[in-house]
């Protein structure tokens, strides 16, 4: 049940370089997107969403684009920086009243090379 | 910051033991989750629960699972006879009604060892 995939387990980039994680999806009941970031013996944290009905969302170095139309999402970071050395998650999820679960990706090691 | 926590952060324990693990979500949060990530794989949805009752479960979520908030602070899972596919990290995560609906803040998490 491979509903988000990520298909990059891994992907080195040089410091202050731009990183692009990728993520595609398969339900299209989803209408709600974010990216979650996660270090070693910690719980993933929230970094940036996109709702269903926008294509693009910027938050400082962080941008997310939805391609609803091929149903593939991507995180930017610009400019990159060793402090964001992590495993990156997709995960999205449906309207359900408030209770919605999150669907998550495999995920995608990010090492930044200083 | 409030923060999501969870004990204890680690858990060893013989194949057809009990164990339960502790949460105690921000306190101000209304939704409660429990997922786990079994080792190199992803992250998988178990429950979730609002208003003292469960709003859904995964298949993962069977009748050895339990979920409980027995006072107003701690959420915990309970799980009543471990098999040893039962071994992952468990998050806790919980959600604030009037934060964006996603917006779902994690604990570090317990790994668990059945052995």
């Known amino acids: 049940d491979q509903q988000v995939k990520q298909n990059s387990p891994s992907l080195s980039v040089q410091e202050g370089r731009i990183s692009i994680l990728n993520c595609d999806y398969t339900?299209?009941?989803?209408?709600?997107f974010l990216w979650y970031k996660k270090y070693p013996a910690e719980g993933p944290t929230f970094l940036i969403s996109?709702?269903?009905?926008?294509d693009k969302n910027e938050d400082g170095r962080f941008t997310v684009f939805l391609n609803k139309s091929a149903k593939h999402l991507s995180l930017h970071i610009v400019p990159s920086q060793p402090g964001d050395s992590a495993v990156y998650f997709c995960?999205?999820?449906?309207?359900?009243?408030?209770?919605?679960?999150?669907?998550f990706g495999t995920g995608t090691r990010l090492t930044i090379i200083p | 910051e409030p923060e999501v926590t969870q004990t204890p952060s680690h858990q060893v324990t013989q194949m057809g033991q009990e164990v339960i693990l502790h949460c105690v979500p921000i306190?101000?949060?209304?939704?409660f989750y429990w997922y786990r990530q079994i080792l190199g794989q992803k992250v998988e949805f178990l429950v979730s629960?609002?208003?003292?009752?469960?709003?859904?479960k995964s298949e993962i979520f069977d009748d050895q699972f339990s979920v409980e908030r027995p006072d107003g602070s701690n959420f915990t899972l309970k799980i009543r006879s471990t098999k040893l596919e039962d071994s992952a990290m468990y998050f806790c995560?919980?959600?604030?009604?009037?934060?964006?609906?996603?917006?779902?803040?994690f604990g570090p998490g317990t790994r668990l060892l059945v052995l």
């Open positions: 995560a919980s959600r604030n009604r009037d934060r964006r609906r996603e917006t779902q803040y």
């Open positions: 339900n299209s009941m989803f209408d709600y």
């Open positions: 996109i709702s269903s009905i926008k």
């Open positions: 995960a999205a999820s449906v309207s359900n009243f408030g209770n919605e679960k999150l669907t």
């Open positions: 306190s101000n949060h209304l939704y």
């Open positions: 629960f609002y208003n003292n009752e469960i709003s859904e």
